[in-house]
């Protein structure tokens, strides 16, 4: 398997319910992130990682909190979302290449979450 | 902070013609350029980046772009466009020293037969 695999592909989920986004890239990089795709508006970083530590927050509320246990792996736990976090969620990841990075970013196909 | 404009939010065209999807950014500092494809049900692929060197770019798929660094510009061409080019179309850029990246609102390029 290559490439970077999200899991599920879909979500339905209430407000009160507690579930997790999996990322994992099979590529061999270095930094992981979450972007969140809403309708009709652009791409927004949320979360960024690089060798396990996070170095960007986009100012995310506390109700996504995002683990990185090891450069392969990502995940996004979700606690008590609002109807308006409904949207795609993308994981992607890129070759670490020191402080001046320009390596492209390598993205999965997203999760569908609806929020019920 | 940067930030990326894109122009059309839809492009129709019809199979066999040229198209351009157009790009502005600002920045006040050096940046690197990317365009990504989104096609339907998928996540982003990248088709192509813009470093440094010359400032026309070849990519995947037939399409081109260019730097103009005095328009802040980086629009997308090909001259050909089929029915399988129809997806969504995102500009980005990163600025040197950060490893995130800003991105457009997207062009929805519909080709018809």
């Known amino acids: 398997e290559t490439g970077v695999t999200q899991t599920p592909r879909h979500l339905v989920m209430g407000m009160t319910n507690k579930k997790s986004l999996k990322c994992e890239q099979h590529l061999g990089h270095n930094a992981m992130y979450w972007y969140k795709q809403s309708a009709k508006k652009p791409l927004e970083l949320m979360f960024v990682?690089?060798?396990?530590?996070?170095?960007e927050n986009n100012s995310v509320p506390s109700r996504f909190s995002p683990e990185c246990p090891n450069s392969s792996h990502l995940f996004l736990h979700l606690h008590t979302l609002q109807p308006e976090d409904s949207a795609l969620y993308l994981c992607a990841s890129s070759q670490e290449a020191g402080p001046f990075s320009n390596q492209p970013q390598h993205f999965g196909d997203g999760t569908r979450l609806s929020i019920l | 902070a940067q930030s990326v404009t894109q122009l059309d939010s839809q492009v129709p065209v019809f199979e066999e013609a040229p198209v351009e999807l157009r790009c502005n950014y600002s920045s006040s500092v050096s940046v690197y350029l990317f365009w990504y494809v989104q096609y339907p049900n998928q996540g982003l692929q990248l088709l192509l980046k813009y470093l440094s060197g010359s400032t026309l770019v070849k990519g995947i798929n037939g399409f081109e772009a260019e730097f103009n660094k005095s328009q802040t510009s980086f629009h997308l061409r090909k001259p050909s466009v089929h029915i399988s080019d129809t997806a969504e179309y995102f500009c980005?850029?990163?600025?040197?020293?950060?490893?995130?990246?800003?991105f457009g609102s997207g062009t929805r390029l519909q080709v018809q037969p």
């Open positions: 980005a850029v990163t600025p040197t020293g950060r490893r995130a990246l800003t």
């Open positions: 990682y690089n060798f396990k530590e996070q170095t």
